[in-house]
């Protein structure tokens, strides 16, 4: 079984400021991870996401997300936000073993903030 | 193409009711997913179907139901709705594809039970 911890809950930042959303992911199998977006009243956009090979991944929006086996993390960072970011953000992992499955496991979500 | 759609996307329904959401895939996509979103126990896995099947299944109760048609489209049903069944669902659809792991969310139906 996976689980996925998002450590901060609410993270505050003014714009254009740099911001980094952590995760931390458990599983005893390999995984594939993925950030998604969540705007009010709207259902999840996907923001990016690891499958396999380079650890660095870019996604929509001037996101990026670094995946690190040995920490297992994968956290997603903006070098400047906008206020068109805030938003609650999810991190979420899903099985490679089940082949073709679509299972994902959710973080709690972390809210974003971007102060004028 | 047009996006995942959900019907309707809110709902009031008493407590001991049931009720049908429908959710209508990406044209092409065979794999339709359900999640339930609640303040408290966030997004979790309800179940997914391919091709008419259901492939995988989360840990809700047996009130919890669904299914897929022959044009991928796909219900859910809850029977004897419960006040902690108020919620968020969301409807997820994937390809078979290079992005076979991509799933595209619809908006949600907004399900209240009083």
């Known amino acids: 079984a996976q689980s996925v911890t998002q450590l901060d809950s609410q993270v505050p930042v003014f714009e254009e400021a740099p911001v980094e959303l952590r995760c931390n992911y458990s599983?005893?199998?390999?995984?594939?991870l993925f950030w998604y977006v969540q705007y009010p009243n709207q259902g999840l956009q996907l923001l990016l996401k690891y499958l396999s090979g380079s650890t660095l991944v870019k996604g929509i929006n001037g996101f990026e997300a670094e995946f690190n086996k040995s920490q297992t993390s994968f956290h997603l960072r903006k070098p400047s936000v906008h206020i068109s970011d805030t938003a609650e953000y999810f991190c979420?992992?899903?099985?490679?073993?089940?082949?073709?499955?679509?299972?994902?496991?959710f973080g709690q979500g972390t809210r974003l903030t971007i102060n004028p | 193409k047009a996006g995942v759609t959900q019907t309707p996307r809110y709902l009031i329904k008493t407590r001991g009711q049931q009720v049908t959401l429908s959710c209508s895939p990406i044209s092409g996509h065979r794999s339709v997913s359900w999640y339930q979103q609640t303040p408290g126990q966030g997004l979790q896995f309800l179940f997914e179907y391919f091709s008419e099947t259901q492939r995988n299944k989360g840990n809700f109760p047996g009130r919890f139901s669904g299914r897929q048609f022959s044009n991928s489209r796909s219900e859910m049903n809850v029977s004897t709705l419960e006040l902690g069944d108020s919620a968020l669902y969301l409807c997820?659809?994937?390809?078979?594809?290079?992005?076979?792991?991509?799933?595209?969310f619809g908006p949600g139906t907004r399900l209240t039970v009083t």
């Open positions: 599983s005893s199998v390999s995984v594939y």
């Open positions: 997820a659809s994937s390809s078979r594809g290079r992005a076979v792991y991509e799933q595209y």
């Open positions: 979420a992992v899903s099985d490679q073993e089940i082949q073709g499955a679509q299972k994902l496991v």
